[in-house]
């Protein structure tokens, strides 16, 4: 009752006729496709980067942490500067928050399969006392 109802009558299944079947199969080809062309791409961009170092100066303290941090939008305008690659911040992970000077692990998904991981070396800019 469901299935026909709702499911079917607001075009979220199909019945399974041979042609619908048919039609399923092509488009899970298609977009497997699509996948296989996505990690393809990624798994390129992984080996340009990987644990590569980039540095960043930021103001400090004397203490050596940072006023404020290093957010995942400075990271990706850093690679994009350096690299010509543009990573979307919501990809980088820090795998710690980064508040002081020092190197430090962040992590990159670029695709459910593939990850880079990247050495991000912060550096004093100058002290403010």
């Known amino acids: 009752g469901f299935a026909r109802n709702f499911l079917i009558a607001n075009k979220k299944a199909l019945y399974a006729s041979k042609e619908n079947i048919n039609q399923v199969e092509k488009i899970k080809t ?72 020092g190197k430090f692990n962040v992590k990159i998904t670029l695709h459910s399969e593939i990850d880079a991981e990247i050495h991000i070396i912060v550096e004093s800019a100058e002290t403010i006392q």
Do not use: C, M, W
């Open 30 to 101: 298609q977009l497997s496709k699509k996948d296989n062309e996505k990690k393809q791409e990624a798994k390129k961009i992984a080996d340009k980067i990987n644990k590569k170092n980039f540095y960043i100066k930021k103001l400090s303290t004397e203490n050596k942490e940072l006023y404020g941090s290093v957010k995942p939008t400075e990271i990706s305008k850093i690679i994009k500067h350096e690299e010509k690659l543009d990573i979307k911040p919501s990809l980088i992970q820090p795998i710690k928050e980064i508040r002081s000077l």
